[in-house]
């Protein structure tokens, strides 16, 4: 097994609606489960004949839970011809209880700020609820309000309704928006709103207040909440997201021109937000460049010329780039990368001289001579195969 890595016995295995499903992973060495932060995700470690392939799914049950972490999953068809995703369908495919999985330890920044005492709302679209979940359990424990909005297509693909539903009291106040509701959703009544979450939504079900904000879906989707938020006054320091695609930055889409609507909105009101499509898609309109998220790393103040050999291109490192793939990309270079955050190894490059240092321990080291450049800031002058 690699290093980091723990055997987990599938322990149960629920179908949460007709795309997403459940897996209730216990350790096989009786010892209990990781710490994890609400919000926060595990690595999952996919097999096959090639190189092993790392999956990440956010922790969605309660955080507080000793017994077992729960991953939900959305099963990534392929489409018009394309293969079906690797991960999702060989979990939903293959994976049954009582089997044994690999999983790294829970990871990430997209955590629930449990020292505030301000409001919170969370907004998620299709999947993106599972983080939204694992928070909502926390914040059930706390003396906060909470409005847990959560826009899917319908019904058939809502996944933890009542799980959501059973959170609900005075202080936390779910509400559900389908932008194609069935007609068996409309008789059951299990949507609050048809369309997309919009301005005047917000202003009819949301009072005013100082929130922090979280947000989580499909690319399109954040877009448009994180142009709301703004609209609403709301600041960017207290809108925290995160991406289940390729890692970018909310702000530098939020500029980008908005696409033609072809939703309605939840008010029935004139929408102003006019990009909900593509919502199964967590690729759609993933940026190249741009930061995550994340809080950045601490700027480190020394100073020194970073040169990537095989561009020609040398920058100077003054701490103000959060890591050396962010130099590179302000340095006009583009960079393989994906997941941001020490995992993928996407971004791994050749070290020619130099020294670098973690400011996130990658999950599997890279090769002697390697270095994983979305992680690692320079201890001084160094050269990159870049
Ligand atoms: C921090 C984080 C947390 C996450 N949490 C969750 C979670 O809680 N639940 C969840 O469901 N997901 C989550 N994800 C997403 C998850 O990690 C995977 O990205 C997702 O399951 C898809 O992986 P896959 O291996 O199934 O698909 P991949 O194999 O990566 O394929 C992705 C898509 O591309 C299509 N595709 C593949 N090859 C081609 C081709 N040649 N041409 C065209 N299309 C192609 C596939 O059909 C599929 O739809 C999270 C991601 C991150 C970064
Ligand atoms: S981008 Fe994934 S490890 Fe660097």
Redesign the pocket.
Known sequence: MAAGFRKFRVANKVVESEI?TSFYLEPTDGAPVWDVLPGQ?ITLR?PGSGDP?L????V?CDPSETRHHR??????????G??????????HDQVEIGDTVEIAAPR?K?SLDEASTRPVLLLSGG??L??MVSMLHRLSEADRDVHFLHACENGQVHALRDEVLSCANDRIKPYFIYRTPTAEDRAAKLFDAQGVIDKAFMQTHVPIGDYDAYICGPTPFMVAMYQLLQELGVPKNRIAY????K?SSLEALAERPVKPARSQAASGAAPTIQALTFLT???AWAADEGLDGAPKPAADQSTGDITFRASNVTATWDGTAGSLLDLAENAGLSPEFS?R?GICNSCKCGLVSGEVEYFEEPLIQPEEGQVLICCSRPKGPVVLDI
């Open positions: 997403i995700y996919v392939v999956k990440t799914y956010s969605s991953i939900s999953v959305k099963r990534e068809a392929g489409l018009n394309a293969p079906d995703g690797v991960g999702s369908c060989w979990l990430g997209f999947v993106g599972t983080p995160e991406f289940f695609g890692a898609n967590p690729d997941c955050a």
